[in-house]
């Protein structure tokens, strides 16, 4: 069964730094796109940063230009999202995806985590 699950999420000040991470499970690590999306109550889902599968091609949003990394650690099937210099208007729910291609719209995933909730204290 495939699955993903994310981690790390919390209360920071403003500022701040945090690690996100999604532990994949059953499917071919490799070949899958991976991607961090975000979704305050009433917003639609955003793409923050994704990394594309085999060669990983890194993508990173407007928003988080700058602030956020993203990187597949291979060996522990996992992908982090690494976050510095926090702002209360990254708060929301981040979610972790996968699918065959790299791409920013939410529909195009397949396969999703339960989310981790971040929350950025002003």
């Known amino acids: 069964q495939k699955q993903l699950v994310e981690s790390g999420g919390g209360v920071v000040p403003a500022g701040d730094s945090l690690i996100l991470s999604c532990t994949a499970s059953?499917?071919?690590?490799?070949?899958?796109?991976l991607a961090w999306f975000r979704q305050v109550p009433g917003k639609e889902r955003e793409f923050v940063a994704g990394?594309?599968?085999?060669?990983?091609?890194?993508v990173i949003s407007p928003v988080a230009q700058g602030r956020f990394t993203i990187a597949r650690h291979k060996d522990k099937e996992t992908v982090d999202l690494r976050m510095s210099s926090l702002k209360p208007e990254d708060t929301a729910l981040y979610y972790c995806?996968?699918?065959?291609?790299?791409?920013?719209?939410?529909?195009?995933?397949?396969?999703w985590g339960q989310g981790t909730q971040v929350t950025v204290s002003s």
């Open positions: 995806a996968a699918d065959r291609l790299l791409r920013y719209s939410p529909l195009t995933y397949g396969l």
């Open positions: 059953g499917l071919s690590f490799d070949y899958y796109a």
């Open positions: 990394i594309s599968s085999a060669i990983n091609r890194t």
